[in-house]
């Protein structure tokens, strides 16, 4: 059984920064993509950051310049820095990883950006 387990959400300023993780467990497969996605209240999930094994990048042009992801093969976990934060950025993250198998998505984190 596959599990994802993340942390690093709270509240910040506008301007703060916040650094999530997720940390993937319960299964010997290699991970292909891990990635973070985001939910605002009254809209759809949409794409953050993305990660390949290989190290491929991808990111939302929102975040471009401001967020970085990265993960760690042997902990197979995935990290996002997110610095210059905007009350936009205010929505719940998931993390999601791709397996042979089929993809997982971990149980969300609130990031909330505010004054």
């Known amino acids: 059984q596959v599990q994802l387990v993340e942390s690093g959400g709270g509240l910040v300023q506008p301007g703060g920064s916040l650094r999530l993780s997720c940390t993937a467990s319960?299964?010997?497969?290699?991970?292909?993509?891990m990635g973070w996605y985001r939910q605002a209240p009254g809209k759809q999930r949409e794409l953050v950051a993305t990660i390949t094994s290989r190290g491929r990048l991808n990111y939302a042009d929102s975040v471009k310049g401001r967020f970085t992801i990265s993960r760690d093969n042997f902990k197979n976990t995935v990290f996002l820095q997110m610095n210059s934060l905007k009350p936009e950025d205010t929505a719940v993250y998931y993390c999601?990883?791709?397996?042979?198998?089929?993809?997982?998505w971990g149980q969300g984190t609130q990031v909330t950006v505010s004054s």
């Open positions: 999601n990883v791709q397996y042979s198998i089929g993809g997982y």
């Open positions: 319960g299964s010997s497969l290699s991970i292909y993509v």
